[in-house]
Structures are given as structure tokens and as C-alpha cells.
């Protein structure tokens, strides 16, 4: 069964710093990994797809990375801003079941 | 404009009672999905669709029940055999195969009065 899980839980950085968001995932038969975001009370905001055949995906100052074989992800979060504090969630969409299994997220915020 | 609708964004209800969680996406995606999120907790699978008129069971379907009449539309009933059915509700859809890059909608809160 696949599981998804996501270090650290919260974290929390002054503004401007560059961070790393971690997802791993024990089964690599994947069809691809998303990240999303999250603000509190709302809906999930797609950041970054990517197919597994790709390594990294980038968007502004995110970058996303895939190691399949390692089963890991990580999310690159350039020069922080206080509007990146958010809920930050990775998930893999499971080859031939056709459905997404998401991990628990990483609570972030940016001190201003 | 693109996207997924759900409503209510609110809803409120009482013991024994069904309730209907609308879900609309104008999108042309094959696949839909309702997934519940509690306080702390990552996203449950509840249900999902890839095409019309089918539908699978996910993690938590107990208490729970769908239809897939239209392609735009996949609502969601909360039925009173749920028993602890207050939660953050989202509902989800992306195509499945190709490209499969979900998008979900804003979500309904549903509480139990």
C-alpha cells in the first residue's frame, strides 16, 4: 500500500531564506507527484506537476525534484516571503488505480 | 473562467439528516474525486469517477454515496449512517491518463448541529 509522508511537520523561517520541503513515498510505481498549497480554509492550489519520467519541475522561485528510485521529492522554495506561509502538500498519483494518495503536509510560515 | 465549483461553501447538519455537497467542473476532465480532510490530517479518498456512470470506492466510503450522471458533475451525499461526518470536504478532478494535474475546488464545511 502506498504511503506518502511528509518531514517536518511545521517549520517555520525568517523572510528570505531558501528552504527545502521533503515528501518521500514507498512504492515508485508512480504516475506522477504534484504539489500543492494550501491557505488556511481554503482549497488545495496546484504548484508543480511532475510526470515520472522528469526529474524536476520549475515555476518562479519553486523547484521540485524526483527521485523515483529513491522514492523522494523535495520542494525548493526560493528567497521566502511572508506570502508563502502555507500548508505545502505533496501527492502521487498511483499507477493504474488512478487515484492521488496525499501526505499529511508541512505547515509553513515566514517571518516578516 | 475554467475550474471546479463546489457548494455550499457551508452547511449545516442535523443528526439523522442526508445532506448533498454540489460538485461542478468545467474543465472537460475525465476523472473526479471527493476526498475529507480533518483538522491535522492529510486528504482522505472517499470516492472517485474516471468517466461517466462509474464510480469507485476509496478509503472512507462508509456513510457516504455518489453519482456520476454528467461529466461535469460528481455530487457528493453525507447519509446519516456517517457518524462523525463533520469535516473540511474537497472535491477534486484531472484527466487519467496524460497529463494528470488535479485541481480542486474551494471545499464545503459541513458540521453536525
Known amino acids: 500500500k502506498q504511503e506518502v509522508t511528509q518531514i517536518p511537520a511545521a517549520l517555520s523561517v525568517p523572510e528570505g531564506e531558501n528552504l527545502v520541503l521533503n515528501c518521500s513515498f514507498t512504492?515508485?510505481?508512480?504516475?506522477?507527484l504534484q504539489w500543492f498549497r494550501q491557505d488556511p480554509g481554503k482549497g488545495l492550489t496546484s504548484l508543480l506537476l511532475?510526470?515520472?519520467?522528469?526529474r524536476e519541475q520549475t515555476s518562479g522561485r519553486l523547484n521540485a525534484s524526483l527521485d523515483k528510485s529513491s522514492g523522494r521529492s523535495t520542494l525548493y522554495i526560493a528567497a521566502s516571503q511572508p506570502g508563502d506561509s502555507a500548508t505545502y502538500l505533496c501527492a502521487v498519483f498511483v499507477s493504474g488505480t488512478y487515484k492521488y494518495i496525499f501526505g499529511t503536509g508541512t505547515r509553513l510560515k515566514v517571518l516578516a | 473562467d475554467g475550474g471546479i465549483t463546489q457548494s455550499p461553501k457551508y452547511l449545516f447538519r442535523k443528526e439523522g439528516q442526508n445532506v448533498t455537497l454540489s460538485c461542478e467542473q468545467n474543465l472537460n476532465h475525465d476523472a473526479m474525486y471527493w476526498y475529507r480532510q480533518d483538522p491535522g490530517q492529510g486528504l482522505r479518498l472517499i470516492y472517485y469517477?474516471?468517466?461517466?456512470?462509474?464510480?469507485q470506492k476509496g478509503d472512507i466510503a462508509e456513510g457516504y454515496s455518489v453519482s456520476r450522471e454528467k461529466k461535469e458533475s460528481f455530487p457528493l451525499t453525507v447519509t446519516s449512517a456517517q457518524k462523525n461526518p463533520t469535516a473540511f470536504y474537497l472535491c477534486a478532478s484531472s484527466m487519467y491518463s496524460g497529463n494528470t494535474e488535479a485541481f480542486f475546488g474551494q471545499g464545503t464545511r459541513l458540521t453536525v448541529v
Open positions: 512504492d515508485s510505481a508512480i504516475y506522477n
Open positions: 511532475i510526470q515520472s519520467s522528469q
Open positions: 469517477s474516471q468517466i461517466v456512470n462509474d464510480f
